[in-house]
């Protein structure tokens, strides 16, 4: 009878073991791991997942494969720290004051989703670049980090010294060993391929050629010479250098068995740093690279996502999955939607309200006088982009004479400004880069990815823009933009946070030798009394 007993004992134990082991691995209970990768400055058709033949990403394309790809994925602001600063709040950098400028000071009140996760039971840490470049302080004046704790410990020997030499996956290990039995959250913030290059690496090093990029994926707006086919085979190499840290970072996943309950999330801030496209507001600036991979919570693997994802999803998405109750979270109210959703659906197109996106900027890199920015806003809806130019008579790209200070020093830059004096049609190449704007402008992004041909001045096109307007500003009204509200100017006067550039232009035009200019070129630099006398006479 005793023997009766313990039998039915040990069957209850053993049952009641097996439902433990089994709760443990229901992600409808478990939260699960995020591992949030970050790129530094790529456009979403260089990688292989999107037909890319000449950047290898086999890591990226195996999430996209055994996971999501993302079709329609923007950032509201394609400059490193507001589109940073908008995947950690979940607003648009209209909404965040100081926050939407490039190289601010953030705002103590906006807390951000990650420092959230870590008030609610998730380890939390980061390698590499965080949400930078930004100043970080809490209320009381004490250093912050908005990703909570760093990992740059341990170093390595990048292949390049223009390559960073924080060992990103070795950063990974070290944070996964102090996480315990407790959910993480990881956000692995490559610098590459953020420029200064090293020059032919991608040849000498990569093992490419010239010959390996087609005609037809050099960008129409810029010179097809072997300087800008080096200057991107460069920027490949650094890609490549990034997808190298995430594997190893799948595989440290897979060996401790847990990669099934992690959602692995890679994307990129903003745009190539090329010319036209990082810190502009066309589609090559605001469209980028976003795959997803989680086992245990994607259930139809495989699928490509038509729905448009916007940087300030990912917040409410963390959040959602983490089952972090409204009571806990002390966030300023979130603008973006999670997504969650997805992740259960069979659908390529999940939900038909998620067919647009919006876009702006105000003040990235200084240069114009009194450090102005050059505000823009803008809506990206199915296959239309409306953007409209607040102050057209500013120079986009940033003065001349300062060197266009919003557009990263390099060939394809060199390339394109040595155009400016052209009096043939190679001129285009300096104007679509570096010229003024009109107000408006309208681009079929279906026909016309490169954003070329504006089609706001087109009578039939009259009443898409005006949809197009009347909906970017109603919704603008809604966000509480100030822009709108005509109090944009007080983005302009929210001090630039690197005292090395704090106003650029009049120290420059002084000859102030205490100035420096680390990232552009010296020969970026043009004399704009030159450029009105190569206008006429292109116009006689």
């Given amino acids: 009878m005793k023997k009766y007993i313990l039998s039915i004992a040990s069957l209850i134990i053993i049952s009641v073991i097996a439902l433990s082991f089994k709760k443990k691995k229901d992600p409808a209970t478990e939260r699960p791991n995020i591992l949030f990768a970050i790129m530094d400055d790529v456009t979403y058709q260089h990688i292989g997942a999107y037909g890319c033949k000449w950047v290898k990403t086999p890591n990226f394309d195996r999430i996209a494969k055994d996971g999501l790809l993302f079709k329609n994925a923007y950032t509201p602001n394609a400059k490193c720290s507001p589109s940073r ?136 707006f810029w010179p097809k010479t072997d300087s800008v086919r080096n200057d991107l085979l460069d920027y490949a190499f650094e890609i490549e250098y990034f997808d190298k840290h995430l594997g190893r970072m799948l595989k440290m996943l897979e060996d401790k068995g847990q990669l099934h309950n992690t959602l692995i999330v890679v994307t990129s801030d903003n745009g190539m740093p090329f010319p036209r496209v990082k810190g502009q507001a066309y589609e090559y600036a605001n469209h980028l690279p ?32 983490a089952r972090v109750p409204a009571d806990h979270n002390r966030m300023k109210p979130i603008t973006g939607n999670s997504f969650a959703s997805i992740f259960s659906s069979d659908k390529e197109k999940v939900s038909e309200k998620r067919n647009f996106v919006l876009l702006g900027k105000e003040r990235h890199d200084v240069g114009r006088p009194k450090d102005a920015g050059y505000p823009i806003r803008a809506i990206v809806q199915e296959n239309y982009l409306f953007i409209k130019n607040f102050e057209p008579d500013r120079w986009p790209a940033g003065n001349p004479e300062t060197g266009y200070l919003n557009v990263d020093g390099g060939p394809t830059k060199t390339a394109c400004l040595n155009t400016v004096y052209a009096t043939n049609n190679d ?114």
């Fill in 290 to 321: 976003l795959a997803m991979m989680w086992a245990d919570g994607i259930a139809h693997k495989g699928r490509k996502i038509e729905d448009f994802i916007s940087f300030i999803d990912f917040a409410p998405t963390f959040l959602d999955l």
């Fill in 427 to 540: 001129f285009n190449y300096w104007l679509w880069s570096f010229g003024k704007r009109s107000a408006e402008e309208l681009y079929d992004i279906k026909k016309d990815p490169a954003c070329l041909n504006n089609l706001a001045s087109d009578p039939s096109q009259q009443k898409k823009s005006a949809q197009m307007r009347s909906k970017l500003l109603s919704l603008l009204k809604d966000q509480g933009d100030p822009r709108v509200f005509g109090k944009g100017s007080q983005f302009d006067q929210y001090p630039y946070a690197d005292k090395r550039g704090v106003n650029f232009y009049d120290r420059y035009m002084a000859k102030d030798p205490t100035l420096s200019w680390g990232w552009v070129n010296d020969t970026d630099f043009q004399d704009i009394s030159k450029i009105e006398r190569a206008k006429k006479a292109r116009n006689k």
């Fill in 85 to 220: 600063s908008c995947i950690i709040t979940g607003r648009n950098s209209w909404q965040l004051e100081e926050a939407g400028n490039h190289w601010s000071y953030f705002p103590a009140k906006f807390i951000s989703f990650a420092e959230v996760l870590a008030q609610n039971g998730y380890e939390v840490g980061y390698t590499g670049k965080g949400v930078a470049p930004v100043v970080a302080k809490n209320e009381d004046g004490s250093p912050r980090e908005t990703l909570v704790k760093v990992f740059n410990q341990i170093k390595t020997t990048p292949p390049t010294a223009q390559i960073s030499n924080v060992d990103y996956a070795a950063n990974f290990d070290a944070f996964l060993g102090t996480t315990g039995n407790k959910p993480f959250f990881f956000w692995y913030g490559g610098l590459e391929p953020h420029r200064e290059y090293e020059f032919n690496s991608g040849v000498s090093k990569g093992g490419k050629k010239l010959t390996d990029i087609p005609n037809a994926d050099i960008y129409p």
